[in-house]
């Protein structure tokens, strides 16, 4: 099992940046694809972004494409995700997840494909 846990998040005006980072323990996630969900109050957990093992591939929601950017550091088992331009419908609990069950597969955007999750980190956007 890995142990995930998020930072970085907070509070920023529209507009704004924040990068949050996914700090692996347990095992090294290199082999893992990776991936950001998040849960907005009264909202199922979606899908935000996703990197594959090696971090030569990519995928993101449609409404944060642009403005987020996943990546990772596999030499320090962490992972990424860069948010710019910032807008109040990015407010929510922001869940880091690995895949440990596929190794060195893409990134998916279904829930039901990541194993292990962390606690999340609260991202508020005022406007």
């Known amino acids: 099992q890995v142990q995930l846990v998020e930072s970085g998040g907070g509070l920023v005006q529209t507009g704004g940046s924040l990068r949050l980072s996914c700090a692996a323990s347990g095992r090294t996630v290199s082999r893992y694809a990776m991936g950001w969900f998040r849960q907005a109050p009264g909202k199922e957990r979606e899908f935000v972004a996703g990197i594959n093992w090696s971090g030569g591939s990519t995928r993101y929601a449609d409404s944060v494409k642009g403005r987020f950017t996943i990546s990772r550091d596999n030499a320090k088992n962490t992972v990424y995700l860069q948010m710019n331009s910032l807008k109040p419908e990015d407010t929510a609990v922001y869940y880091c997840?690995?895949?440990?069950?596929?190794?060195?597969?893409?990134?998916?955007?279904?829930?039901?494909?990541?194993?292990?999750w962390g606690q999340g980190t609260q991202v508020t956007v005022s406007s």
């Open positions: 997840a690995a895949n440990h069950r596929q190794l060195y597969s893409s990134a998916s955007s279904l829930r039901g494909e990541y194993d292990d």
